[in-house]
């Protein structure tokens, strides 16, 4: 069975730095697509960052140039960087693993949440 478990969440003034990771239990196919969301209070969740097929980064246009996902296949861990935190993007985020994010529900783990709090 697979889990999934975010951690490196917190309060953090504007303009610093958080990095989240993803702890993932549990056999997934290395080519699966791995997605960091995000949902702040009374918003749609969004999609903040992509590494399709374990590879190709894409991000929100609000967050390239200051997020970067990446994966550690000898950790099983998957992670955020996030630099110049602004009070919006204070939010709950997600990781998230699936086989294709074209095919939801498919080999398809959520975690839990670790909550981003961006506030002087």
């Known amino acids: 069975q697979v889990q999934l478990v975010e951690s490196g969440g917190g309060l953090v003034q504007p303009g610093g730095s958080l990095r989240l990771s993803c702890s993932v239990s549990?056999?997934?196919?290395?080519?699966?697509?791995m997605i960091w969301y995000r949902q702040a209070p009374g918003k749609e969740r969004q999609l903040v960052a992509v590494l399709f097929s374990g590879v190709t980064e894409n991000y929100l246009d609000s967050v390239k140039g200051r997020f970067t996902i990446s994966r550690d296949n000898t950790k099983n861990t998957i992670y955020l960087q996030m630099n110049s935190l602004q009070p919006e993007d204070t939010a709950v985020y997600y990781c998230?693993?699936?086989?294709?994010?074209?095919?939801?529900?498919?080999?398809?783990?959520w975690g839990q949440g670790t909550q981003v709090t961006v506030s002087s």
């Open positions: 998230r693993v699936v086989a294709s994010i074209l095919v939801p529900g498919k080999s398809d783990y």
């Open positions: 549990g056999s997934i196919w290395s080519d699966s697509d």
